[in-house]
């Protein structure tokens, strides 16, 4: 299943970072060159890096990619390994679920709700929005899996 997820959103990721280049090449054409900007690839590059970043960020958490911050050092993290790294998958879980998943279902509602569309595209930003509780899901889903694999570990 993580290999499934890992392909999806490899790929996903591409896709959104192509349609950034595609809308920023286009709009530097225009400008510059036709003397008449698009008022839509604003817009299409901004949403475009949202996507990109926020599922990203989930690729990254699969692969074990982000970032980390030392502050411990390396002797007492060395020797509890499996408490700090159960301790963090635990963290990333928290958060990810309290603000991503369910406070990104939040955002979304509210923006459905109150019918709120983009100013270019005129599309519900509802739909714009999904992309955060939807990497929070799978921030969720890496870091509950790679819990069950280092306590799993620890047994053996």
Request: glycine letters at 4%; a neutral charge; proline letters at 3%.
């Amino acid at each position: 299943m993580r290999t499934l997820i890992d392909k999806f959103l490899e790929r996903a990721v591409l896709v959104v970072l192509c349609v950034m280049l595609l809308s920023v090449i286009w709009q530097v054409f225009s400008r510059y060159v036709l003397q008449s900007p698009s008022t839509l690839t604003d817009e299409i590059t901004s949403y475009s890096l949202i996507w990109f970043g926020l599922l990203g960020a989930a690729y990254a958490s699969g692969k074990h990619l982000h970032l980390a911050i030392d502050l411990l050092p390396d002797k007492m993290v060395t020797q509890k390994a499996q408490f700090f790294n159960t301790f963090v998958y635990v963290s990333v879980v928290c958060f990810a679920f309290l603000v991503m998943v369910i406070g990104g279902i939040r955002l979304v509602q509210l923006s459905f709700q109150f019918e709120q569309t983009s100013a270019t595209l005129e599309i519900p930003l509802g739909f714009i929005y999904m992309v955060v509780p939807f990497s929070g899901l799978l921030i969720c889903y890496y870091n509950i899996d790679s819990l069950i694999t280092t306590l799993k570990a620890k047994t053996n």
